[in-house]
């Protein structure tokens, strides 16, 4: 695969570009830019399949040098030193994002997550999806999730979410269809990516869509009934949350 580095900072370049080296031997490094303007001009001559795109850069960051992008078909794995909330939103769909200092095993699961989705049928919808999400920022619900499965990625609509379940260190995801995907990531990771959505985390073991609520059932913590049926245990830390979340929602 061929690959652009985007960060300011030149000792966070040298670090990647030699883990790359030594670990991602599939990954052929072409360039690598301490610039904005620089990665937009080397993106269209090189035309790389992923881009390692730190976000906070002097000038233009990497989000701004995205949006403005005629051309957004290669897939975006974020480096960088800030877990904020823009970041959350733009998890939606980039094919993973790396926290510095990088820790070698989560570089070599991001390049094979990248493999994964490119060799998938639909090849550019997770790009098209990052670029709509981007887009988006600043209205979580209206954004779209990729979602990394065995076979690929499946993006989905927020609202096709009913709620999501922990299995171990996966998440199980229910749709409105009775469908449900198993993702390789624990279900913490979705109640971080969710925020700021009408997703709630109802017991350690459930994240729900608040949208797809349909019944509240009095108990110690209680239980929601769901529109696909299924009754889920709310704990009791989570009762006044949830209860404050519904009024919110729904004003009554």
Do not use: W
């Not at 823009?86 to 998890?91: E, I, K, P, V």
């Amino acid at each position: 695969m061929k690959a652009i580095i985007v960060d300011d900072e030149v000792n966070g370049i040298v670090t990647l570009r030699k883990m790359l080296e030594n670990n991602c031997p599939q990954v052929n490094v072409l360039a690598s830019c301490s610039t904005a303007a620089a990665a937009s001009q080397k993106l269209q001559e090189l035309e790389p399949d992923v881009v390692f795109l730190d976000i906070q850069m002097p000038g233009k960051n990497g989000i701004e040098m995205l949006m403005d992008l005629s051309r957004q078909d290669f897939e975006v794995v974020f480096v960088t030193a800030h877990n904020e909330y823009m970041l959350q939103a733009l998890q939606y769909s980039a094919a993973d994002y790396l926290l510095k200092p990088v820790d070698e095993d989560r570089l070599m699961e991001a390049v094979q997550r990248v493999e994964k989705r490119r060799a998938a049928e639909k090849e550019n919808e997770p790009v098209s999806t990052l670029a709509y999400n981007i887009h988006k920022t600043g209205m979580p619900m209206e954004m779209r999730l990729c979602l990394p499965t065995l076979k690929g990625f499946t993006v989905l609509k927020l609202d096709e979410i009913v709620y999501c379940a922990a299995e171990r260190s996966y998440t199980i995801v229910h749709l409105v269809n009775k469908r449900s995907i198993i993702v390789s990531k624990p279900l913490s990771d979705y109640d971080a990516l969710l925020t700021g959505t009408n997703f709630l985390r109802v017991h350690k073991s459930y994240l729900v869509n608040l949208q797809h609520v349909i019944e509240y059932q009095r108990g110690e913590g209680g239980t929601v009934i769901m529109t696909n049926g299924a009754q889920i245990e709310v704990s009791r830390r989570k009762k006044e949350p949830f209860m404050a979340r519904m009024k919110e929602l729904f004003h009554f």
